[in-house]
């Protein structure tokens, strides 16, 4: 079975990931390999097709029709090998040796990953998991090609093809300075359309900014001054000292407080509780490996929320 795994199946992986990813460099770096040896892959792949697969445009690299027209065919293919040469009989996980790659946003890994990555060093010494970071328009296609196995999200409508579980459930809180110029122990309405507002990059596309900005908009808020960030973790840094605010989920909130001099405080909007989930295709259900993962994950959310104790923590 293993001569199956020939020059040409590998070129059809390779193809997978260029047709995901639209350009030779994002690609190379997702496989590991140097930009000339992605393009010398390339090559080959327009040898074998008879077509130029990809062309470059000014958005970037765009597919043919020839392109288009068989990638589907290219996923069958791998995923029908795939299944076939799939170990068959109960997992292992101390003697497994396997990779999962997970998509998180950057609170979930920070309250998730450590609980789980902790569980796997000592029950699964052989497996790996790579985190990446969520992408909403591409993860249901991720998961349905298998480039990714498990999606760790809130999402408010998930998609009626990909299974899930619950893993654990916040709500949103706001912080400021613990010394704000105009805010103490409350927050009012007024207060909060008004004040400046700290977000992460691009945080208006997650569900979070997506149900916080909806939430502004039935209030009747207008435009707030909005200061945009790559890393949570700048996110307290931003805010003791200025008059700055910050919305986010209070475990992260908490744990804020307890490393800076913080206060953390009610919105003042009706918002739904954050209620995050694991999400997987269907292709993996069955599979011994990813019910292994998916009892870990589950395992690891266990209490996430409130570790660390923070005696001065709000109740909900």
């Known amino acids: 079975m293993q001569s199956m795994d020939s020059s040409e199946l590998r070129l059809l992986r390779v193809f997978r990931i260029l047709m995901t990813e639209r350009s030779v460099s994002r690609a190379a770096e997702r496989l590991g390999l140097s930009q000339p040896a992605m393009s010398h892959a390339l090559q080959r792949l327009r040898v074998m097709f008879g077509d130029p697969l990809l062309l470059r445009s000014s958005k970037g690299m765009v597919p ?11 996923d069958g293919i791998l995923a029908d090998y795939d299944r076939l040469v799939s170990p068959q009989g109960p997992f292992d996980p101390a003697r497994a040796q396997r990779r999962f790659v997970l998509t998180a946003p950057e609170y979930a890994e920070h309250l998730l990953l450590p609980r789980l990555f902790k569980h796997l060093r000592e029950h699964a010494p052989g497996i790996s998991v790579e985190v990446r970071t969520p992408d909403r328009d591409r993860g249901p296609a991720w998961l349905e090609r298998g480039e990714v196995d498990l999606r760790i999200a809130w999402i408010l409508k998930p998609a009626s093809s990909l299974r899930s579980m619950p893993l654990f459930q916040d709500r949103i809180v706001c912080i400021a300075d613990r010394d704000h110029p105009t805010v103490s122990g409350t927050l009012t309405l007024a207060q909060y359309l008004s004040l400046p507002h700290i977000r992460l990059l691009g945080g208006g596309r997650t569900t979070a900014g997506q149900v916080i900005d909806g939430a502004i908009e039935k209030a009747g808020g207008g435009t707030r001054p909005m200061f945009l960030v790559q890393n949570v973790l700048t996110i307290p840094l931003m805010v003791v000292g200025t008059d700055m605010i910050a919305t986010l989920p209070e475990a992260l909130a908490v744990r804020f ?35 292994w993962l998916r009892s870990a994950v589950s395992l690891a959310a266990k209490g996430c929320t409130e570790e660390p104790m923070d005696p001065a923590a709000p109740r909900t």
């Open 257 to 291: 407080r307890q490393r800076h001099p913080v206060q953390v405080l009610d919105v003042p909007l009706p918002l739904p509780r954050i209620r995050y989930a694991a999400y997987w295709h269907e292709r993996s259900h069955r599979d011994a490996g990813h019910r």
């Open 64 to 74: 043919t029709e020839r392109a288009s027209e068989i990638i589907g065919i290219v």
